[in-house]
């Protein structure tokens, strides 16, 4: 029991809900290239809208042929939506940090030609490929940079805050993750993500409090979910509610036997003593 309690105290888990945030990403190349979860898509003018979709259709089809089709339409004058394909394509193949060197071009010519929400949501494309490709730092300007040209209040804005808190937590800035998640709470409020995410970063931070109400949230909004359940247990184990703890841990298991989380969860339950039940009897 103390080596587990040592362990979630200090971060040890093998498993945490950070990485697999960003191994969804990873699993979801078209969500996390198009759009961020949920937001609302902007409208593309009628003459780039076709070729747009097209653009789209062949690289969902074949990521190679959508690259050169990208190229082929940015030369003939398709501007940021043919580097928003770009990175589509390249995200489709797994080459991320291209990816998101497509996704900061598409941005940056967004904002050149006065399009500032595209340019915004760019911003927040490329930030998202930078975290699958592992380059915390650069995800974390790209953030940034979409954030300053003035995202809208509401959900864009607080998604957009969530994934610069999980590019901060990568970069070990723990109190800077404090502050973007709670705008993203604000702002996202029936995102369960976000309430597990600031959880498990208030368990790290010892605000213990925190993170029971925060994962209680999560558990309302997402009672099906393994990673919720992982750290619904994490967080019991430490307040010292062991029973609590052990259900969550075999909710996990029983939700998602061959995820990561299920894994870690089984692993914590191998820590525990018996159950009375199941104590060999004299």
């Given at each position: 029991?103390?080596?587990?309690?040592?362990?979630?105290?200090?971060?040890?888990?093998?498993?945490?809900?950070?990485?697999?945030?960003?191994?969804?990403?990873?699993?979801?190349?078209?969500?996390?290239?198009?759009?961020?979860?949920?937001?609302?898509?902007?409208?593309?003018?009628?003459?780039?809208?076709?070729?747009?979709?097209?653009?789209?259709?062949?690289?969902?089809?074949?990521?190679?042929?959508?690259?050169?089709?990208?190229?082929?339409?940015?030369?003939?004058?398709?501007?940021?939506?043919?580097?928003?394909?770009?990175?589509?394509?390249y995200a489709q193949s797994g080459r991320w940090a291209t990816a998101a060197i497509a996704?900061?071009?598409?941005?940056?010519?967004?904002?050149?030609?006065?399009?500032?929400?595209?340019?915004?949501?760019?911003?927040?494309?490329?930030?998202?490929?930078?975290?699958?490709?592992?380059?915390?730092?650069?995800?974390?300007?790209?953030?940034?940079?979409?954030?300053?040209?003035?995202?809208?209040?509401?959900?864009?804005?607080?998604?957009?805050?969530?994934?610069?808190?999980?590019?901060?937590?990568?970069?070990?800035?723990?109190?800077?993750?404090?502050?973007?998640?709670?705008?993203?709470?604000?702002?996202?409020?029936?995102?369960?993500?976000?309430?597990?995410?600031?959880?498990?970063?208030?368990?790290?931070?010892?605000?213990?409090?925190?993170?029971?109400?925060?994962?209680?949230?999560?558990?309302?909004?997402?009672?099906?979910?393994?990673?919720?359940?992982?750290?619904?247990?994490?967080?019991?184990?430490?307040?010292?509610?062991?029973?609590?703890?052990?259900?969550?841990?075999?909710?996990?298991?029983?939700?998602?036997?061959?995820?990561?989380?299920?894994?870690?969860?089984?692993?914590?339950?191998?820590?525990?003593?018996?159950?009375?039940?199941?104590?060999?009897?004299?």
């Amino acid at each position: 029991m103390s080596l587990l309690i040592a362990a979630l105290w200090l971060g040890g888990q093998a498993y945490d809900p950070e990485t697999e945030a960003i191994m969804r990403r990873r699993k979801q190349p078209a969500q996390a290239a198009v759009a961020p979860a949920a937001a609302p898509v902007l409208p593309v003018p009628a003459e780039m809208a076709a070729p747009f979709q097209s653009c789209l259709d062949a690289a969902a089809e074949a990521p190679d042929k959508g690259i050169e089709q990208a190229q082929r339409w940015h030369l003939a004058g398709g501007g940021f939506y043919a580097r928003h394909c770009m990175g589509f394509a390249y995200a489709q193949s797994g080459r991320w940090a291209t990816a998101a060197i497509a996704f900061q071009q598409a941005a940056d010519e967004a904002e050149l030609a006065g399009q500032r929400a595209q340019a915004a949501r760019l911003w927040g494309q490329a930030g998202n490929a930078a975290l699958a490709a592992s380059d915390f730092a650069r995800a974390r300007t790209d953030f940034d940079a979409g954030l300053a040209i003035g995202v809208p209040d509401g959900l864009e804005k607080g998604e957009l805050h969530l994934d610069r808190a999980r590019a901060l937590v990568a970069l070990a800035d723990l109190p800077g993750a404090r502050e973007s998640l709670d705008v993203a709470l604000d702002h996202a409020p029936n995102d369960p993500l976000a309430w597990l995410l600031s959880a498990t970063l208030a368990r790290r931070m010892d605000q213990m409090g925190v993170a029971q109400a925060h994962i209680a949230r999560a558990v309302a909004l997402s009672p099906d979910d393994a990673s919720v359940a992982l750290e619904e247990g994490n967080i019991a184990i430490l307040t010292g509610h062991e029973d609590i703890a052990r259900s969550a841990w075999q909710r996990a298991v029983r939700l998602a036997p061959d995820t990561p989380a299920a894994k870690a969860a089984s692993e914590n339950l191998g820590s525990l003593p018996p159950e009375p039940s199941a104590r060999p009897t004299r």
